[in-house]
């Protein structure tokens, strides 16, 4: 019925960057929040950043002034743009789409940053 689609990870080098896009179905798109987050193995998931239907972002201090969340309403798309990445950045990344009493996953995209 409902599935979130993330594209854009890959490998690349520390200080490269990359872009990454979520795309979400037009019924649940416009009045939620969308966010994006990360998980190594081993380790929780936690927040990279997240952004209101109103344009409110918000970041995981890690990545506070090197990522940029952006959300384009007419293409019902979550974008991650990530510059200056660290090998710490390595993770599958996964976007969600929250409102209450519910959150929605995508399936996730590798993100690789070699030293």
């Known amino acids: 019925q409902v599935q979130l689609v993330e594209s854009g990870g890959g490998l690349v080098q520390a200080g490269g960057s990359l872009r990454l896009s979520c795309a979400a179905p037009g019924s649940i798109f416009s009045m939620y929040t969308m966010g994006w987050y990360r998980q190594a193995p081993g380790k929780q998931r936690e927040l990279v950043a997240k952004?209101?239907?109103?344009?409110?972002?918000t970041y995981a201090g890690s990545v506070k002034g090197r990522f940029t969340i952006s959300r384009d309403n007419a293409k019902n798309t979550v974008n991650l743009q990530m510059n200056s990445l660290k090998p710490e950045d390595t993770d599958v990344y996964y976007c969600?789409?929250?409102?209450?009493?519910?959150?929605?996953w995508g399936q996730g995209t590798q993100v690789t940053v070699s030293s």
């Open positions: 952004i209101t239907s109103g344009s409110s972002a």
């Open positions: 969600d789409a929250e409102k209450i009493g519910l959150t929605l």
